[in-house]
């Protein structure tokens, strides 16, 4: 849905964010972190968020980025 796509992006940002940080030891990493398990705790309590495996997050990717070239090429 358009609000989980809308949830995911800030989520996927700060916790690219939180990696730069913890790796950098900056003091602003617990907070964010923090943060993003919060985010992450309302996102799935919001969108019943499972696991799925990697293997199948790939295969979905691929075939997404597939059929919007075609489309593309008409």
Do not use: K, N
Not at 16 to 45: N, Q
């Amino acid at each position: 849905s358009i609000d989980a796509f809308a949830r995911r992006l800030p989520l996927r940002a700060a916790a690219m964010l939180l990696r730069v940080l913890e790796e950098a030891d900056d003091a602003a990493a617990p907070r964010l972190d923090a943060l993003v398990t919060r985010w992450c705790e309302v996102y799935g309590d919001r969108f019943g968020a499972r696991w799925v495996p990697v293997p199948h997050q790939v295969e979905h990717q691929a075939r997404t980025t597939i059929a919007a070239v075609r489309h593309a090429q008409g």
